[in-house]
């Protein structure tokens, strides 16, 4: 099989890619990436070593239709995998545009691009385009639950969703899309809130926590996450959608006190700051279709992976330093957002 993966120099993106190229050995794999401020070719030195005969990187934007319908038809590709978005929600409140151009229009090309040589896409989405639950409710949201974004970068994912599946219905493109849960692991942009803990902990600099600090997210390893999506690719069902979750909730006060306690760093560390707008409440996905339907099952204990998480970072100070240096969200502007200043960025 020859895969195209779309934003794979991304945090899922490139974990996918390397769970792919060592699986299937005899399959060949394409990454294009623009490299915008989160994606991180150093993520994949490794694969790129590796696997220098079966894997190929391309500096390109989803919204280049031409270069994608050639590459398509070069590398004779039999699945393009999009994980390519923005999907940062505080950036998202101060140039909502971007996320639209990038997630929605820039999509719509690559949705042309597969239309125009009949191939399958699989697109990679979020569980915030269900919208939030309260903190003590017993719903989740399964595939039918009504879409219900709350903030400009859910709005763009839940519209790509839309996009996607119009494509099925109208021009019988062959399309699945799956909807996770909160991913953790190795490789994560250190603005994310796993990653930002961490390594400021390890900085013995602020933990900042939103006001709504008990807010509950859903917590899914990127390994689990890879899995899953290669059941899809390879039996479900064409036009479907499929839930991503693991059941595994933790409130952002509870994920600060498990990195503090696993560092041995105090919790003086954690500063409270203003809410986001928009902030979600919780969400909580209903699994049962993909477990039911295709076998799977999270296999990550929550406890051996934030630990196994926290350890890659203490490892790895380089891959997060140089990237805490290069970009202009740190975490000393995390409140630009909720004051919706943009002076500094």
Not at 298 to 307: D, H, L, N, S, T
Not at 318 to 324: A, G, R, V
Request: aromatic content about 10%; overall charge positive; hydrophobic content about 35%.
């Amino acid at each position: 099989m020859n895969l195209l993966v779309t934003g794979g120099a991304g945090f899922i993106g490139s974990n996918f890619i390397r769970y792919w190229l060592k699986k299937y050995n005899s399959d060949n794999l394409v990454n294009l990436d623009s490299l915008t401020y989160a994606a991180n070719l150093a993520s994949l030195q490794d694969v790129a070593a590796k696997f220098a005969n079966r894997y190929s990187f391309i500096k390109a934007n989803i919204s280049e239709r031409e270069l994608i319908i050639d590459l398509i038809q070069k590398e004779n590709i039999d699945i393009v995998v999009n994980f390519a978005a923005e999907s940062h929600n505080s950036r998202a409140i101060i140039n909502p545009a971007i996320f639209f151009e990038s997630n929605v229009l820039a999509s719509q090309q690559l949705l042309e691009a597969c239309k125009q040589t009949n191939t399958r896409i699989h697109h990679v989405s979020t569980c915030e385009v269900y919208g939030d639950l309260e903190l003590d409710s017993p719903d989740s949201f399964a595939e039918d639950y009504p879409y219900k974004p709350n903030t400009p970068y859910n709005a763009s994912k839940a519209s790509t969703d839309l996009l996607v599946n119009s494509y099925f219905k109208t021009f019988g493109l062959k399309t699945t899309i799956s909807i996770c849960s909160n991913n953790y692991g190795p490789f994560q942009h250190p603005e994310k809130l796993i990653p930002l803990f961490i390594t400021n902990a390890l900085e013995n600099k602020p933990l900042p926590l939103y006001k709504s600090s008990q807010n509950k997210r859903e917590w899914l390893h990127v390994e689990d996450h890879c899995r899953a999506i290669d059941l899809i690719i390879k039996k479900g069902n064409i036009g479907e959608k499929y839930n991503i979750g693991s059941a595994i909730e933790k409130s952002v006060e509870e994920i600060s006190n498990i990195i503090l306690k696993s560092l041995a760093k105090p919790k003086s560390l954690k500063t409270y700051v203003t809410d986001r707008p928009g902030h979600d409440k919780r969400y909580l996905l209903n699994s049962n279709k993909i477990k039911e339907k295709l076998g799977w099952q999270a296999e990550v204990k929550f406890e051996k992976g934030i630990q196994e998480t926290i350890q890659w970072y203490i490892d790895n100070p380089q891959w997060w330093q140089t990237l805490k240096r290069k970009t202009i969200f740190q975490e000393d502007n995390w409140q630009i957002a909720t004051n919706l200043k943009t002076s500094r960025l």
